[in-house]
């Protein structure tokens, strides 16, 4: 079984880890598939193209799956989780269509962005009808608590989307200041998927709150391992190019952390690439070099792992058994995944 102390994992491993994971989950991940076509269903056929774009072009559906071993965990034994869990695959893809019109994104998962293709305007109100496809199926559930923590964590992911917006370009961002904008853009809605989870499984009270704390901890580590692999990572890995995140303007933490540990003629030269109209592969080198030399990366790294650990903290309450050994199987490969 899955030790809950702290991961010895190289990079060799962590292609086991996936394959053990999709070996279990595997028969809920062709129900969640069934589910996500079978509702997006539409009289007007542009919202189903697009949808179906964003929702096929390679997602892990990490989301939905969390939610449903969460359910697992606090005793459901039921099969129809499955509609229930697909409003939080909807909901992401509805912030994707949302933050590639607000990037003017051109690749998302190695295909041209929605936006691209369709324009801005339709990709918004795809966005939208997936928000409110989310909020419908959510209703059939007749659950009130469930409502609510899907409610709040869409109101979250909102203000989470203006304080990104508010930062854009912005390199004096705190550290503090940059884990807020991440714990309400990305963690919030993990967070929520492993607490609806809870509630729909019958958990008890302190299990929901574990369960909403593993997926808080999870999505920041989340986050902070996409905010490494957009200095370190490959195109064929991240389906968009290397440094997107510099040259739409985003001081991710790895440049945050430069920008408090660099000499005034390094941090002005990083202020000059950072507010280029086009960053030229050779600047991004310069920046990309600088954030390792300071340690951006590394302290990026070890923020993510100590967030994975108290993720899996919060699953000791639960019996040992092969749904909390996928919930810390989950929690290594996200800090230790390169995609």
Known sequence: M??????????????????RIYAQVNPDLERIEAEISRHLTTSVPLVAVVGRHILASGGKRLRPLLMIQAARLCGYR????????????????ATLLHDDVVDNAEFRRNNPAANV???NPAVVLVGDFLYSKSILLTVGYNNIRI????????TKMAEGEVLQLINADNLEIDESEYLEVIVRKTAVLISAACQVGAIFGGGSATQEEALRAYGHH??????????????????????KPIGNDVQEGKATLPLIHTMYHSLPEEKEQIRKIFSADKILPKDFERVRDLVIRTGGIDRTMRLAIQHV???????????????????LDIADYVVYRRI
Not at 78 to 93: K, P, Q
Not at 309 to 327: N, V, W, Y
């Open 2 to 19: 899955n030790s809950l102390a702290q991961p010895s994992i190289n990079y060799l491993d962590i292609e086991r880890i996936k394959q």
């Open 78 to 93: 039921g099969n129809h989780d499955a509609t229930l869990a697909i409003v939080f695959e909807y909901l992401h893809a």
């Open 117 to 119: 293709m369709w324009g």
């Open 218 to 239: 999870l999505g920041i580590a989340f986050q902070l391992v996409d905010d490494t692999l957009d200095f370190t990572g490959k195109w064929e890995e991240l389906g």
């Open 147 to 154: 409502l609510q923590v899907l409610s709040e964590a869409t």
């Open 309 to 327: 650990e108290q993720a899996k903290e919060g699953l000791q309450m639960f019996p040992d058994s092969p749904t909390r050994d996928i919930l």
